[in-house]
């Protein structure tokens, strides 16, 4: 299944997926857990795609092929499952053919910029990463 489609949008509305995790565990500041709970029960509107989001959807597949050339390190976008909490999923920005190491591609705001730049990861991106490891 390929991430993105109609086929993909219409599958996760049945699992807790990554980029749902930071609304859950309260980092979110354009949603809440009600809104996501209505959204996953068809009940409310969906997340409106915003230009940001168009734009870091846009930008995915260059920064995965700069990730590469500067690792040396091949990964593909993949839709993984929990073995045992059959309710969780994540949509890997990529993943490596032997499974061991997964990318998450951030295309920030400057604040967040400047904190990984000081080697640090902006405490709101935490959730979504910790379901997908």
Known sequence: MQQGTAE?????????G???AP???G???WRTPRQLWEEKLGLGE???DNSAMKYGRNMEEPARLMYQEMTGIEVEPDIVFHKEKN???ASLDGIN???SMGVEIKNVCLEDHLVAK???????YYPQVMQQM
């Open 118 to 124: 000081d080697n640090k990861v902006p405490p709101k």
């Open 46 to 48: 969906e997340q409106a």
């Open 87 to 89: 309710f969780l999923m």
């Open 18 to 20: 990554a980029s749902d």
């Open 23 to 25: 609304v859950l565990m």
């Open 27 to 29: 980092f979110h500041q």
């Open 8 to 16: 993909w949008l219409a599958m996760r509305r049945n699992y807790l």
């Open 97 to 99: 053919k032997d499974r």
